[in-house]
Structures are given as C-alpha cells and as structure tokens.
C-alpha cells in the first residue's frame, strides 16, 4: 500500500525549519555582534561622562553644597544632615547640624574630628586618614574617576534619584580591602549628585548633595580648627 503524500503544512513546516537551522550560526553572529557593540558603546558613554566630570570639578577652586548622609548597617540605620565646604588643596569642612551637632574637617595636614560638649578632641594627619569623608576632598584634586575608581562602569539596575541622570559603579582602588563598591549619580551637568558606598561587611553609606556652589568664596579660616578651652586633643588614627 502506497503512503499518502505529505500534506502541504507539514512540507511548509519542513521549509521553515530547514531555513531557521540554516540561519542559527548569523543569528548567533549577529548576537554576539551586537553584544560586542553594546558593550563598547557602554565603554565609550562612560569614558565621555567620566571625563565631563573630572573636567568639571578639577577646574573648581572651591566647593559649597548641603548634605544628607545615611547608614545602614548592623541593625542600625541612621540619617544626619548638614553643610560641606572644600577647598584646594586637601580642605574640606563636614558641619552636621541634625539630628546633633558635630564637625569634622581638615586643613590638608591635620583632621579633627569634635563633638560640641565634649571634653576631648580627636586629631590624625590627613595622610593616615581612614575615612569615608576623605575620598570626597579629592573632587577639587586632580584625580581621573576612571583611575580612581577600578572597573568603573554604566549601572543600569540602580535606579537614579532623579529621571534622567546617570548612575556608574566602580571600586575604589585606594580602599579596595574595605569597600566592595561605589556608586555615583551624575546630573546632565555633570554634577555628583549622590555617593553610595558598600562595604565589605555589607553596610551601606550614602551621600547626597543639594544646592552645589562652585568657585564661591572660602576663607582659609573655616577649615582651621582650635580647641575650646579645657578639650583635650587626642591624637590617634580614625
């Protein structure tokens, strides 16, 4: 007995199968490709953007901006605000006003670090600072993010605080044993708008800056510190 002829779909079905398996290995190429391209435009986007802001902020003199800073970490979750000074070279001005007052600074040789109603003081050279803090002083320096910051990347899964600015992640390479990663929220002018930092220990530090004046007028005095009458000064690393 003779066997019925193929009916057409079953011929049309064949066809198409014949002709995706035919096309498997371009499609495959052309994934690749355009993966590879992906990949170097994300590579070229960050090199623009890190250079827009290293330029931005290496040719500023001073810098004044309020902050608020957030931690998270070990069942503690804390926020505190206040206002930042820096200055070139090596300056910088921490003055929390809430939920206390305390202020931390430096003079580009020595850190203080003072809690108002204290009786002691605590200084460190700014060379062996150990700081979060300390790394946000080199926004006036002459350092490259991309050299800084190892491996820094687009960070498409953070979301930004506000629609339109770019989020990047990277490592820091001076503080690699301690942090796991950075992430930085730039607006379209190329400003820092938010620092986050993880921590090996899996705590969480973050920054964020508001009302960011540039090249505005800053005396010297406002990053010395003299203790008040009957502070003791500590020396020790912090």
């Known amino acids: 007995?003779?066997?019925?002829?193929?009916?057409?779909?079953?011929?049309?079905?064949?066809?198409?199968?014949?002709?995706?398996?035919?096309?498997?290995?371009?499609?495959?190429?052309?994934?690749?490709?355009?993966?590879?391209?992906?990949?170097?435009?994300?590579?070229?986007?960050?090199?623009?953007?890190?250079?827009?802001?290293?330029?931005?902020y290496n040719h500023l003199q001073t810098l004044q901006a309020e902050f608020t800073e957030t931690y998270r970490g070990g069942g503690i979750e804390r926020t505190e605000s206040g206002s930042l000074w820096l200055k070139k070279p090596g300056k910088m001005r921490w003055e929390y006003r809430s939920p206390k007052e305390k202020l931390f600074l430096s003079d580009g040789k020595d850190a203080w670090f003072y809690l108002p109603g204290?009786?002691?003081?605590?200084?460190?050279?700014?060379?062996?600072?150990?700081?979060?803090?300390?790394?946000?002083?080199?926004?006036?320096?002459?350092?490259?993010?991309?050299?800084?910051?190892?491996?820094?990347?687009?960070?498409?899964?953070?979301?930004?605080?506000?629609?339109?600015?770019?989020?990047?992640?990277?490592?820091?390479?001076?503080?690699?044993?301690?942090?796991?990663?950075?992430?930085?929220?730039?607006?379209?002018d190329n400003q820092i708008s938010r620092i986050q930092i993880e921590e090996v220990d899996d705590s969480v530090t973050e920054y964020r800056f508001s009302e960011q004046k540039e090249n505005f007028a800053i005396a010297d005095q406002r990053f010395r510190f003299a203790p008040p009458p009957g502070v003791e000064v500590v020396d020790e690393d912090f």
């Open 1 to 56: 007995m003779s066997l019925a002829p193929a009916p057409r779909q079953y011929m049309v079905f064949r066809l198409y199968l014949v002709a995706v398996n035919s096309m498997v290995p371009q499609f495959v190429a052309l994934l690749l490709a355009l993966a590879a391209a992906v990949a170097a435009s994300s590579a070229s986007d960050v090199h623009v953007i890190a250079q827009a802001v290293d330029n931005r």
């Open 118 to 188: 204290e009786h002691q003081v605590r200084r460190t050279s700014a060379r062996k600072l150990d700081d979060l803090r300390s790394p946000l002083g080199l926004l006036l320096g002459k350092t490259k993010l991309e050299k800084e910051l190892h491996g820094l990347s687009l960070a498409p899964d953070v979301a930004p605080l506000i629609t339109g600015n770019t989020v990047l992640r990277g490592v820091p390479k001076a503080m690699a044993d301690r942090v796991h990663e950075v992430t930085l929220e730039i607006t379209p």
